[in-house]
């Protein structure tokens, strides 16, 4: 099995194109670009090791944001600190992909 990209991935531009690249492999869109081929036709390459992670997100999110939900439920009581933590972590990272953009 192949693993994914490692993170994390930041959107980057490069000739007029965006680029989705890891920052822990440094490489120009490693992770998906989009390019245009000879015969004009537009296209995004994904990197086929991401594609399984790519396609599980929407997943991801909704269980991270039941699983944080369930966790800090009122009257669930005190949380460890450790937990506390990966609990603020995890629900960071479900702001990033909720907020509205402008």
Request: proline letters at 8%; glycine letters at 6%; aromatic letters at 6%.
């Amino acid at each position: 099995m192949t693993k994914h990209t490692p993170g994390p991935w930041r959107w980057w531009t490069s000739n007029s194109r965006l680029r989705l690249s890891s920052d822990a492999t440094h490489k120009d869109g490693d992770v998906l670009y989009a390019c245009t081929l000879r015969d004009g036709a537009d296209v995004v390459v994904v990197n086929p090791a991401d594609v399984p992670l790519i396609e599980a997100a929407p997943d991801l999110l909704q269980e991270l944001t039941l699983l944080v939900g369930a966790i800090t439920e009122p009257g669930r009581g005190d949380l460890d600190p450790y937990v506390e933590s990966r609990i603020a972590f995890a629900q960071d990272a479900i702001d990033k992909v909720t907020r509205q953009q402008p």
